[in-house]
Every structure is written in C-alpha cells, then in structure tokens.
C-alpha cells in the first residue's frame, strides 16, 4: 500500500535558521506529492505540490524537489520566520486506476517551532 | 479562493446517541468530498470518499454502518457517527476536490468529536 513517512517533531529552530524537514514515500506507479500546513487553530493548507519527477514546487520561501531516485519530498526554507511555526504534513494522491479524484495518503506531522 | 466549512466544530455526546457532522464546500462545486480522522500526534487517516448522487467508498477497516456519509448535493456531504462511542473520540477533518481540479484538495476546519 500507499505511505508516508516524514521525520517527527517537534522541531525547534531560531529565526532565520535553515530549515529541512524530510519526508519519503511509498507508493505505485507515479503520484503527487504534497507538503501542507496546519496552523494553530485552523484546517490545512496546501503549501506546495509537485506531480511529477524532478517537479520543484515552491511557495511563501518554501521548496520542495520531487526525487523518484530516492522517493523523496523534503521540505527546505532557507530563513524561517516565528511565523512559520505550525504542522507541516507531507502526503501523496497516487493515480487511481479509474481516474479522477482519490484521497490522500499523509505522514504523520511534524511540528515546527520557530523561536525568536 | 476555495473555502470548506465544517459544521458543526466541536461536539459533545453521550454514548449510544447519533452526532451528524455537515461539510459545505462554500463557493465551488464538489463531486467528490472525503472525510479523514485524525489521531492525537497522528497523521490523517482517510476514511472514505464521498461522491454525489452516489454510494461512498470506505477505506479498508472503517465501519461503514457506523459512519454513514451522505453526498446529497455538489456542495454538502454529511458523516453521521452512530450509537457512538468514547473510542469514535477524534478530530473528523473533510475536504474537498473542485471539479476537474483533482490535484489541490480543500480542507475544512475540522470538527473535535468527544464521547462521554
């Protein structure tokens, strides 16, 4: 089956840091990959995605590199902020076999929290 | 932008009693919603998709007589948690896909479920 396994936290950093958060899948055929983030108090967000190899998604100083070599999809931000502090997940939707929408399959979390 | 609500946010119950749980995508149409739960210091586990006008698909060990999900409209499913018990005590997240948009999925802000 499908899944995620991405480094667990908490993770505590100063500002300014270089941040790394690793994750590494399993799955069949060729899925998407996902980093979201869960803020105190709100739902998740999709913070970048990638759908295929060698794909890099990026936002908000974020970045992440699709390696299918090393079914990989680490998380990198080269200065992080007090703000960033939150819960990061990485998951993938693998192709379903009939098209269309299918659920997705996440890590487990990792906490981050930026000190100032 | 894309918003998920979730209805209501948190609940209380008493075991053996019903609690319905209603997720509205707000301003987009959704063929396809699912419903996750979330464990304390755990990851998302998807429990079954919802489609419209159609039965759901349950993952593999969820009971689907004891979390009935009904999609009866593009914008509203609803998880119905039956004769619950404190064990059915979690954090119930659902999302959703805009239509022809499989690759971003919308969370909603979750709903904390607490059996006593």
């Known amino acids: 089956g499908n899944s995620v396994t991405q480094m667990e936290g908490p993770v505590t950093l100063s500002e300014e840091a270089f941040l790394t958060i690793n994750c590494t899948y399993t799955?069949?055929?060729?899925?998407?990959l996902f980093w979201y983030v869960q803020y105190p108090g709100e739902g998740l967000q999709l913070l970048l995605k990638?759908?295929?190899?060698?794909d890099k998604g990026s936002n908000k100083g974020f970045e992440a590199t699709y390696r299918k070599e090393t079914t990989s999809f680490h998380l990198e931000k080269g200065s992080v902020q007090v703000s960033d502090s939150a819960v990061y997940f990485c998951?993938?939707?693998?192709?379903?076999?009939?098209?269309?929408?299918?659920?997705?399959?996440f890590g487990k979390g990792t906490h981050l929290i930026i000190q100032p | 932008g894309a918003v998920v609500s979730q209805h209501p946010s948190r609940v209380i119950c008493k075991s053996g009693t019903s609690v319905k749980i209603e997720c509205r995508s707000l301003?987009?149409?959704?063929?396809?919603m699912f419903w996750y739960r979330q464990f304390p210091k755990k990851s998302l586990m998807l429990m079954a998709t919802?489609?419209?006008?159609?039965?759901?698909?349950?993952e593999q060990g969820v009971e689907k007589d004891k979390f009935l999900i009904n999609h009866a409209s593009l914008t509203l499913s609803t998880l119905t948690v039956t004769s619950a018990h404190p064990e059915d005590s979690s954090f119930y997240i659902c999302?959703?896909?805009?239509?022809?948009?499989?690759?971003?999925?919308?969370f909603g802000p979750g709903t904390r479920l607490t059996v006593l």
């Open positions: 999302s959703a896909n805009r239509d022809f948009s499989y690759n971003e999925q919308f």
């Open positions: 799955a069949t055929g060729y899925p998407s």
């Open positions: 990638a759908t295929k190899a060698d």
């Open positions: 998951a993938l939707r693998a192709v379903g076999t009939g098209g269309g929408a299918d659920g997705l399959t």
């Open positions: 301003d987009f149409q959704a063929t396809t």
């Open positions: 919802s489609n419209e006008g159609s039965k759901a698909t349950y």
